[in-house]
C-alpha cells in the first residue's frame, strides 16, 4: 500500500550533477528517516545519505561535501543533490524509507520500504 517512486537518474559527464527526487505515495501518516544507498556492479549495497524527519543527516565519507539530501515532509518526498559526479559514483541508486507508518486499510502497519532504483552512471 506504499510505494516509492524514484526519478533523475542518467548519464553525466564527470564534474557534472543530477538530482535524485524519491516520492512516497499511500495513505501514509508519518516517515521516520528517508535515505539513499546505492549498488555498483559487483560491490555490497551501501548507504549514500539518510536524513530523519527532524532534518539530522548523515553521509557516506565518499560523498561529503559534494552530495546534499533533503526532504519535503509534506510531500514524503527525500531528494538527493549530487555534485562534482565521478565514475565511481557509477551505480543504481536506491531510495529507502525507514519506519514508514500507513493506514493499509484493516489498521495502521509500520514497515520500511524500498524503491525500484535509478541508474547513475559518470564518464570519464
Known amino acids: 500500500q506504499v510505494q516509492l517512486v524514484e526519478s533523475g537518474g542518467g548519464l553525466v559527464q564527470a564534474g557534472g550533477s543530477l538530482r535524485l527526487s524519491c516520492a512516497a505515495s499511500g495513505r501514509i501518516f508519518s516517515i521516520n528517516t528517508m535515505g539513499w544507498y546505492r549498488q555498483a556492479p559487483g560491490k555490497q549495497r551501501e548507504l549514500v545519505a539518510g536524513?530523519?524527519?527532524?532534518?539530522?543527516?548523515n553521509y557516506a565519507d565518499s560523498v561529503k561535501g559534494r552530495f546534499t539530501i533533503s526532504r519535503d515532509n509534506a510531500k514524503n518526498t527525500v531528494y538527493l543533490q549530487m555534485n562534482s559526479l565521478n565514475p565511481e559514483d557509477t551505480a543504481v541508486y536506491y531510495c529507502?524509507?525507514?519506519?514508514?507508518?500507513?493506514?493499509?486499510?484493516?489498521?495502521?502497519?509500520?514497515?520500511?520500504?524500498w524503491g525500484q532504483g535509478t541508474q547513475v552512471t559518470v564518464s570519464s
Open positions: 536524513i530523519t524527519s527532524g532534518g539530522s543527516t
Open positions: 529507502n524509507a525507514d519506519g514508514v507508518r500507513y493506514y493499509s486499510g484493516t489498521g495502521v502497519r509500520r514497515d520500511d520500504y
